[in-house]
Structures are given as C-alpha cells and as structure tokens.
C-alpha cells in the first residue's frame, strides 16, 4: 500500500519516498513506518516514541534527519521540508544521504552539529 494512500507522481518532491524505500528494502518499516511527506512521517515519529524534536543533539549513523529550509536557527521548529539519513557523524561533522537533493540525484550533505536547518531526528531502534 501507499504511504497515506497516495501514489507518487514524477514531479514530486521524494526525499521521503527514498527514505521509506530504505525502510522497506532493509526490513526497518515497522521501526519507522512509511510515509512520502515528512511533516505526517513526524507525526509517525512520534507515535512510534523515537522522535527527538532538539536540532542541537549529536545524532547517530542510521537516524534519521529532518530540516526545514524555512528557519535558519536554533531552535528550529519551522515546518517540516526535506529529510535523510545519518550515514556518518565525525567530531562536530554529520553527514547524511538524501533523496531529492537535486534534480533527480541521491547525493550526500555534510553539516555541522546543530546547524539551525535542522528540525530534529527520528531515533529508530534498529537492535530490536
């Protein structure tokens, strides 16, 4: 089934889309849910108990990361706009793969810890 029973389409934006992919291709659906628009894939977080709504915290390879372009400090708490995942974490560097990053590029983003684009993490238990 579709993520909230939406279908794709091939001008919209898919950041969400490419991390609920990563879900369903490594079996982590049930640690994340699925969804294709990251406010609603916040709103998952947070039932699931694994939101961290602080942009300031050191994350982990493997959570997830929420931005939002329409702030650019600390706190953010701005809605919602692009999301990935922690593919490394470095002293005071992250670097995280997103989908959408351009047009149609998976590409990597390096950022300093709590950069004020970032909205907060998803902290998926994956040892479960």
Request: hydrophobic share 35%; proline share 5%.
């Amino acid at each position: 089934p579709w993520p909230s029973g939406y279908k794709m389409r091939y001008k919209d934006a898919w950041c969400d889309a490419t991390v609920t992919a990563a879900a369903i291709k490594t079996g982590n659906v049930e640690r994340i849910g699925r969804e294709c628009s990251v406010p609603r894939h916040i709103k998952i977080f947070q039932k699931l108990g694994i939101w961290e709504e602080d942009g300031t915290i050191t994350p982990k390879p493997g959570d997830i990361i929420v931005y939002s372009w329409r702030k650019f400090k600390q706190p953010n708490n701005a809605s919602a706009s692009h999301i990935g995942l922690v593919v490394k974490v470095e002293g005071n560097q992250i670097t995280a793969i997103e989908g959408n990053r351009g047009i149609g590029v998976v590409d990597y983003r390096t950022m300093k810890v709590g950069w004020g684009c970032i909205r907060g993490y998803a902290r998926p238990n994956y040892a479960k």
